[in-house]
C-alpha cells in the first residue's frame, strides 16, 4: 500500500491533477455560501422543513447548501436525475437505444441530452422550491415585490448555479482525479460528519454522565462497524469463469471472469424511492394551511418513511428498484451473446439461452443479496434514530448508515483506482 502511495505522490502529472480537483471543490464550496439574492435567509433558516425526508437527503449531498438557501441549494442533483432518466429512456425509446451502438458519437448525444434535461429540471424544482417557501408566508426582502417575476428571476438563479455546479464537475472529470459529478456530492456528505460528530457531543459529552459517555462511545463504535460493513460489500464481486477456445491449438484459456458486484445498483434504488416518497410531502408541505388537518395527516402516514407504513412502503420501492436497475443496466441476454462472439463459454454451459439463463439465476441471487444489504443501510438512520431517540434536526444531523455512506466509499474507492491506474499509464509512458 505503502509503494503505491508512494508511486502517486511521485507522479508530477497525477499530483497536479490532484490539485486541480482540489482547486475545484475550494471553489464549489465557497460558492456554496454565497446566498440567493433578494431572499430573507433569516426567516428560511428558521424552517425546518429541509431537515427531513427529501429535502434532508438534498441538504446533505449539496453539503448543507440548501440549509443555507444558497446559490447552489440543488447542486449537481438535477444532473444526477436527468442521467438516470436517460439511462430509462434508452430501454424504451428506440433511437435513444441506438446512441449506446454508436460508440462516441452517441456519448456525445447522450451528454447533450442529458445536460439539457438536467437544465430544465433544475429550473423547474428551483422554482418549485422557492415558490413553496413563499406560499409559507412572504420570505421576500423587505422593500422588494414578491410578485412572480421575482420568485423567476430567483429560479434563474438557482439554475445557474446548478449549471455552474455541472460545468465544474466536468472540469474535475476532465482535468483532475475520478468523476467529477461523484466527487461534488462526496465532498457534500463529507460535511455532514463534523456536523453529526458536534451534535452527538452537545447531546451526551455535556451532561457529565458516565452513561452518556457509554452511549457516545457505543454509536461511535457502531458508525466505524456500519462503515467496514460498506467497504467489505463495495468490493464483493460474484465471479463468473470463463473459458476461451483456442482455435489453433484446440486449448482453452481459463483465467478469465465474469465479475458481477453485490450492489450493482448502487444507491440509486434508494434515491429512487425517497423522490417518489417526497413529492406529495414537499405538496403538502408547500400548501400548509390549505389542506385539513384529517387529509395532511393520511399524507403524511403513507408517504413519511418515518411512519410505519411509509416506511413499508419506502422497503418496497427500493427491492423494486433494485431489481429494476441491475437488470437493466446488467443484461444477461447481451453478455451471452458477447460471449459467443468472443467464442467465449461459461465451463459446464452449452452457449446460448442456456448461458442467459445461467447468469440470470446467478444475477438474481446476488442481487437479493445486494438488496437485503441496501435495504438494511437505508433503515438503519431510521431504527438508529428510533433506538437513541433521535427526533427533528438531531435524527437529520445523526445518520448512522444510509446512503451518505454508501456514496463517499463509493468515491473514494472510485478515485483512488484512477488515481492508481493513471500513476501506472504515466509510468509505462515513460519507458519508451
Known amino acids: 500500500m505503502w509503494q503505491r502511495i508512494k508511486n502517486v505522490l511521485a507522479n508530477n502529472s497525477v499530483m497536479a491533477r490532484v490539485g486541480i480537483t482540489l482547486l475545484l471543490i475550494f471553489i464549489f464550496r465557497v460558492a456554496s455560501y454565497i446566498p440567493i439574492p433578494l431572499f430573507n435567509i433569516e426567516l ?64 456525445v448525444k447522450t451528454q447533450r441530452m442529458t445536460k439539457y434535461l438536467a437544465i430544465v429540471l433544475a429550473f423547474a424544482q428551483s422554482l418549485l422550491l422557492i415558490l413553496g417557501t413563499g406560499v409559507r408566508g ?38 483532475g482525479v475520478g468523476n467529477g459529478s461523484s466527487i461534488l456530492i462526496g465532498v457534500g456528505v463529507l460535511t455532514s460528519i463534523p456536523i453529526m460528530i458536534t451534535t452527538l457531543s452537545d447531546k451526551y459529552l455535556g451532561t457529565g454522565e458516565w452513561t452518556d459517555i457509554l452511549i457516545y462511545v457505543l454509536i461511535l463504535l457502531l458508525y466505524v462497524g456500519i462503515l467496514l460493513g460498506v467497504v467489505y460489500m463495495n468490493i ?23 465479475p458481477l458486484k453485490i450492489n450493482s445498483a448502487g444507491v440509486l434504488p434508494v434515491i429512487f424511492a425517497s423522490t417518489i416518497l417526497s413529492v406529495p410531502l414537499s405538496i403538502v408541505g408547500f400548501l400548509e394551511g390549505s389542506l385539513g388537518a384529517g387529509t395532511q395527516s393520511w399524507i403524511n402516514a403513507i408517504f413519511n418513511y418515518q411512519e410505519p407504513l411509509g416506511f ?28 459467443s462472439k468472443s467464442n467465449a463459454y461459461v465451463p459446464g454451459v452449452r452457449p446460448g439461452d442456456d448461458t ?77
Do not use: C
Open 138 to 175: 412572504s420570505q421576500i426582502q423587505v422593500g422588494v415585490d414578491s410578485g412572480f417575476f421575482t420568485y423567476f428571476y430567483m429560479a434563474l438563479v438557482v439554475t445557474a448555479g446548478s449549471a455552474f455546479a455541472i460545468w465544474l464537475a466536468d472540469l474535475i472529470t476532465a482535468k
Open 44 to 107: 428560511f433558516r428558521s424552517n425546518q422543513t429541509w431537515s427531513s425526508g427529501f429535502l434532508g437527503i438534498l441538504n446533505s449531498y449539496t453539503g448543507q447548501a440548501l440549509a443555507r438557501f444558497s446559490v447552489l441549494s440543488l447542486g449537481i442533483s438535477p444532473y444526477i436525475t436527468a442521467s438516470i432518466a436517460v439511462q430509462l429512456l434508452q430501454t424504451v425509446v428506440p433511437s435513444m437505444k441506438e446512441w449506446q451502438e454508436q460508440g462516441d458519437t452517441g456519448k
Open 312 to 339: 413499508i412502503i419506502y422497503l418496497i420501492l427500493i427491492i423494486a428498484f433494485s431489481f429494476f436497475y441491475t437488470f437493466m443496466v446488467t443484461n444477461p441476454h447481451k453478455i451471452a451473446d458477447n460471449l
Open 356 to 432: 442467459k439463463n445461467y447468469i440470470a439465476r446467478i444475477l438474481f441471487k446476488v442481487t437479493v443479496i445486494g438488496t437485503v444489504y441496501l435495504v438494511v443501510l437505508a433503515a438503519l438512520p431510521i431504527i438508529t434514530a428510533w433506538v437513541f431517540g433521535f427526533v427533528g434536526a438531531e435524527a437529520a444531523s445523526i445518520t448512522l448508515g444510509g446512503t451518505g455512506l454508501l456514496i463517499v466509499v463509493g468515491v473514494a474507492a472510485d478515485t483512488t483506482q484512477q488515481l492508481e491506474a493513471q500513476a501506472n499509464q504515466e509510468t509505462y509512458q515513460g519507458l519508451f
Open 236 to 258: 464483493a464481486k460474484r465471479k463468473i469463469p470463463i473459458n476461451y477456445a483456442n482455435r489453433q491449438g484446440g486449448k482453452t484459456r481459463t483465467d478469465s471472469n465474469i
